[in-house]
């Protein structure tokens, strides 16, 4: 998209932080709300995106080697079951991040007039 950044799989521009597909970020409480115990109503219009679950487990940087079944319902419901979606990166996310930033902050800075 016009005007965003693009690094690693993510784009950000205009206050947003999203996957290349589009996906923005769920919180873990709002996603265990969501998909544990049973599906609710708002799972089900999250899961109308092809690529939601990718994107959230991109988001918390869960990995995965087999091909997502159906949707990746169960896979996300398990990944939350056994802890692996997380509030914070990995620190080798958090310096890649870091990094990131500091490029573009740097890179858009004004010369005084």
Not at 47 to 57: E, H
Request: proline share 5%; hydrophobic share 30%; glycine share 8%.
């Amino acid at each position: 998209m016009a005007g965003d950044m693009l690094r690693g799989g993510f784009c950000s521009g205009y206050g947003r932080f999203r996957t290349n597909n589009d996906g923005e970020r769920v919180s873990v409480p709002r996603l265990k709300a969501t998909f544990l115990s049973k599906l609710t109503p708002e799972g089900k219009q999250m899961l109308r995106s092809p690529s939601f679950v990718q994107d959230q487990l991109q988001h918390y940087d869960v990995e995965y080697t087999e091909p997502l079944s159906w949707n990746g319902t169960l896979f996300l419901k398990k990944a939350l079951q056994a802890g692996k979606v997380t509030y914070y990166p990995t620190l080798s996310s958090l310096s890649q991040l870091e990094k990131v930033v500091l490029e573009y902050t740097t890179s858009q800075r004004v010369s005084p007039r």
